[in-house]
């Protein structure tokens, strides 16, 4: 159960951070309104949000999710693999110490970012290896996550190349669920899963959001979203288009705890 959200609207520089897809420039004007639409949909699920104010030294800034792991017993502070948004990480310890006291780090030569973790459900995490988190990076999380008495596994996908963080290919979904895209479906560590596959074409829409009774899911996919309505879920579809442009997704906008 979720009850707050960090969250912070992309800078006015945001189309000069990083991105491995050729989608085009991001307007930032659209993005700024997506962003609120994506505010909406969190405070809509009964989240209370706490708004940072953009940052335009860093322009991956608005992707939360990267520089700290939240948990319902702590949270810890990353260290990015991308040396740009290393600075980043600093810009949040205030606002998350109000709400955990004190916070640890992970420490070089370990490298983590938060879009590379994902809690599974019934207290444990997986812990993806990319080429954003070295073995150092999951090991220092893994050994943290272990104190506080959750479980977790690796996911090494740096063979998969076409996925940046672990969340860009999939996510959890409760029930012992998870989305997936089809590259990432086969992967040893996830076969006590059910997963539910995206379909071609479809491989952006894996990045959703559970949020309590509801998952935001990215708007134009119908295939998966009538999917997971079919299962039962709630969805709450979100403009996503221009932080697409970026390799963000709904995960990566905010940090929920
Ligand atoms: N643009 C998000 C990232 O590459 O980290």
């Known amino acids: 159960m979720f009850t707050r959200a960090i969250v912070r609207p992309p800078g006015s520089n945001f189309a ?26 969190l405070t809509q699920a009964g989240l209370t949000l706490t708004r940072l104010a953009a940052d335009t030294r860093f322009p991956d800034a608005t992707f939360m999710e990267d520089v700290a792991v939240a948990t319902p017993r702590g949270a810890i502070l990353t260290h990015p693999g991308a040396p740009t948004r290393a600075g980043e990480v600093e810009t949040i310890r205030a606002t998350l110490s109000q709400y955990y006291g004190p916070l640890s780090m992970i420490d070089a030569p370990g490298t983590l970012e938060g ?70 479906a086969d992967h040893p560590a996830l076969r006590d899963y059910e997963l539910v596959r995206t379909v071609p074409g479809e491989a952006y829409a894996a990045n959703c959001l559970r949020v309590n009774d509801v998952v935001l899911v990215a708007a134009g996919f119908p295939t998966f ?15 996503m288009s221009e932080f697409q442009k970026m390799d963000g997704g709904l995960t990566c906008l905010s940090l929920r705890f």
């Open 16 to 41: 000069d951070g990083l991105t491995t897809v050729n989608l085009g420039v991001p307007d930032y004007q659209k993005a700024l309104e997506q962003h609120e639409q994506y505010c909406a949909a």
């Open 115 to 184: 879009g590379d973790v994902c809690n599974a459900g019934d207290g444990h995490f997986l812990i993806g290896i990319s080429r954003r988190t070295n073995e150092e990076g999951a090991r220092q999380l893994s050994a943290w996550l272990a104190r506080l008495g959750y479980t977790s596994q690796c996911v090494d996908f740096r063979d998969r190349r076409s996925i940046l963080h672990l969340t860009t290919g999939m996510t959890a979904l409760g029930h012992h669920r998870l989305a997936v895209v089809p590259e990432l």
């Open 225 to 239: 979203e009538a999917y997971l309505q079919r299962l039962g879920y709630h969805t709450v579809a979100v403009e």
